[in-house]
């Protein structure tokens, strides 16, 4: 499951760091509050991830699904600069995310042993 937080924080951190761009600097009503709801829903599903998964990888991972996320999003809705290096650096990103993910233990095998 913690995982799955894990998948569901990082995917809340490119919907407040969009929202961060439409709220204007905090100055429109609406953007602001979902972005401050974001960023708690975000925080909480993150810190619910840490519990079994290493913080290091975690935190790796969470980021890395952030920003490439919200690169990808960006040029493929907001019109922004793309382009084959962009592209293929967003690609190392996710294979990196993908790479944490498939080396680092699941959750039920680490806690084992701590029953």
Excluded at 8 to 23: D, N, R, T
């Amino acid at each position: 499951m913690a995982w799955f937080y894990l998948l569901l924080a990082g995917l809340s951190e490119i919907g407040w760091a969009f929202g961060l761009k439409y709220s204007k600097g905090f100055t429109e009503v609406i953007p602001t509050i979902i972005t401050i709801i974001l960023i708690l829903v975000s925080f909480t599903l993150f810190s619910k991830s840490i519990k079994t998964i290493p913080i290091g990888t975690a935190y790796a991972i969470f980021t890395g699904i952030g920003a490439a996320g919200t690169a990808i999003v960006g040029m493929v809705f907001l019109n922004e600069s793309g382009g084959w290096l962009k592209v293929l650096f967003l690609s190392l990103l996710l294979g990196g995310i993908i790479g944490l993910k498939m080396t680092t233990p699941d959750e039920e095998t680490e806690r084992v042993g701590e029953n």
